[in-house]
């Protein structure tokens, strides 16, 4: 169990009903880094410099494998689970959203816990983090 009482089989459920299977090497993959995402938002501002090598350090991979792999994921969502996807973004998408944006809506869509409550000077910091999360979300 994570912290936030989130289980990975709660991520494996999630990415069943998005129609991807455990036959996927990026089924793992997606399903670890959805759970980094969850305990750290902020690892989405840092996909490439962090967030691949974390997961490929936690399969024996390295981090372009990890990248692809979930870009590969991100496609069968997109084929096979696109009205549950824009159902947990609120709202609709227009074309295949990249691997940070996927990556933020499933974790979003996880993380049911409180809000955290912060300092004053972690807060002005997470909220130009949120600021840069909207951007990448669009």
Known sequence: MMDNGIYMTDIYDLLYSLGVTANYTGFFHTAYAVSLCVKRPDSLL??????????????????????????????????????????????????????????AILASSLDTGPPPVYGLGEAAALHKGERDANLLLG
Request: glycine letters at 6%; proline letters at 5%.
């Open 46 to 103: 840092l996909v490439t410099k962090w967030l691949y090598p974390e997961v490929a350090k936690q399969y024996g991979t390295n981090w372009k494998a990890v990248e692809r792999n979930i870009r590969t994921v991100g496609r069968i969502i997109w084929r096979n689970g696109r009205p549950l996807l824009e159902k947990l973004a609120h709202r609709r998408l227009e074309r295949k959203p990249q691997n940070a944006q996927m990556l």
